[in-house]
């Protein structure tokens, strides 16, 4: 399979329409992949493939990832913490989840 044809297959997976609406949308996925090589293509696709075989929807995901910055959002408010706040931590909780594995009981 050529460079294209995995270029073509991973944007359909990520349903993006280009590298740079992959690298924005998944950070994570192809943050350690230098894209301008075939092999990294390959990487990237097998990693999307995984997903995908374990039943996993990308769309999926995400709604998880929405769900709960929402409630974070609400916990926040009850709280009495200001939304500032509740972004930084948000934005701390995704930060630390590009850096190690973090599973929902941790939260």
Do not use: C
Not at 23 to 49: A, C, G, H, M
Not at 66 to 81: D, E, V, Y
């Amino acid at each position: 399979m050529n460079i294209n044809e995995l270029k073509a297959q991973v944007y359909h997976l990520s349903r993006t329409g280009n590298t740079r609406q992959l690298k924005l949308r998944y950070p994570n996925i192809v943050k350690n992949y230098d894209l301008r090589f075939k092999t990294s293509w390959s990487e990237v696709l097998s990693s999307f493939q995984i997903v995908a075989e374990e039943d996993l929807s990308l769309a999926d995901l995400e709604k998880s990832e929405l769900m709960l910055h929402n409630s974070l959002l609400k916990i926040g408010t009850i709280a009495g913490l200001s939304i500032n706040s509740i972004e930084k931590d948000w934005l701390s909780i995704k930060k630390q989840a590009e850096i190690e594995d973090i599973h929902i009981e941790e939260l």
